[in-house]
């Protein structure tokens, strides 16, 4: 597991997968189920495994945190980046902070707190939460003015934070006046990633930014690291083409809760168990919909499967 400080060649040196966390019948983490859908996402070239909303970390409680980064440890690749998300609320993330300063992970992302929290008060929550945790961390911004652009770039000066997630949904992702006040403030888009999965990516990826993080990638990881890669190589046309193959599935998680949503369609496409989806959420149901989530996963996870097929690459666990 990686373990020195972050640089921003591991920034861009992946997709950043945000999976589902998988659990047991009585909710406790499952570490084989876990495992599997790690190795899965291994096999398609994601190396980068960030647990936050899709894990349902907003509801996991401080006590539990310790037993979470030891599974995390557990079954990460030998290149694998783990990266555990601390909060919402910054006495929660502070007492996440402390536990954190003893382990070997090299940075956390801060969840989002949308109520009670203005900009000032988050730059300075920031500046502690680094101070105590021993490390720079991620901020993740969901909302218009979460935190000021001038903000954001002090915040990567002093050393409090080592990247930001961009995750503001616009109409046009290209027409976003905040990411391109941050853009100017920062200097550089090299630490911000674009983090609301593939179907902004490209346009993010074309205004400088270096990676997309994404929940789809649980799916088809191969596809999303293909995208990914035409980006990079130039080839946009065939960025955007591959990237039709997930918006079935992004439609329906739009439409039900991207995060219930996911955590059924791992499941549904046989690529883990992921069981029940936590405190404060409730697993989705009804025929009608379970049966739309599970034709949209597995028909998405087999063009990866057909993906795999013709581009093979080297598993790695160590």
Same mark, same amino acid.
């Given at each position: ?46 190396? #980068? ?10 509801? !996991?409680?401080?006590? /539990? ?9 557990? $079954? ?13 609320? +910054? ?23 949308? +109520? ?9 929550? +920031? ?28 915040? !990567?000066?002093?050393?409090? $934070? #080592? ?18 006040? $941050? ?12 983090? *609301? ?8 990826? /074309?205004?400088?930014?270096?990676? +997309? ?13 293909? *995208?990914? /890669? ?41 690529i883990c168990d992921t069981g029940p *989806? ?41």
């Amino acid at each position: 597991m990686k373990t020195t400080s972050v640089d921003v060649a591991d920034l861009a040196s992946s997709v950043l997968s945000v999976p589902p966390l998988a659990r047991a019948a009585d909710g406790t983490p499952d570490k084989t189920e876990n495992r599997k859908m790690v190795d899965w996402l291994r096999s398609g070239g994601v190396t #980068t495994y960030l647990y936050g909303g899709n894990a349902n970390l907003y509801n !996991f409680g401080v006590a /539990e945190f310790p037993a979470l980064l030891d599974l995390l440890e557990e $079954i990460a690749p030998g290149d694998g980046w783990m990266i555990p998300s601390i909060g919402a609320d +910054f006495g929660k993330a502070m007492d996440q902070a402390a536990i954190l300063r003893d382990r070997a992970f090299p940075t956390a992302m801060v969840l989002p707190l949308g +109520f009670p929290a203005t900009p000032e008060g988050l730059a300075s929550g +920031f500046g502690k939460l680094a101070d105590t945790a021993g490390r720079p961390l991620i901020a993740y911004i969901k909302n218009d003015g979460f935190l000021d652009a001038g903000d954001v770039a002090r915040l !990567f000066r002093d050393g409090a $934070i #080592t990247a930001l997630k961009y995750a503001v949904v616009r109409a046009e992702p290209r027409n976003d006046a905040y990411l391109a006040a $941050i853009l100017d403030a920062v200097g550089s888009g090299e630490r911000i990633v674009s983090g *609301i999965g593939e179907r902004p990516a490209i346009d993010h990826l /074309e205004m400088g930014l270096s990676a +997309f993080t994404s929940g789809s990638v649980c799916i088809a990881p191969h596809l999303s690291t293909a *995208i990914l /890669e035409a980006v990079r190589g130039g080839r946009l046309a065939e960025a955007r083409a591959i990237r039709e193959s997930f918006l079935p599935l992004e439609d329906l998680r739009d439409a039900h809760s991207p995060i219930r949503v996911l955590h059924e369609a791992v499941r549904l496409a046989g690529i883990c168990d992921t069981g029940p *989806i936590g405190a404060f959420l409730s697993n989705l149901d009804g025929a009608e919909r379970l049966d739309a989530i599970a034709r949209a996963a597995r028909e998405l996870k087999a063009r990866a499967e057909a993906s795999a097929a013709e581009t093979p690459r080297p598993a790695a666990r160590a």
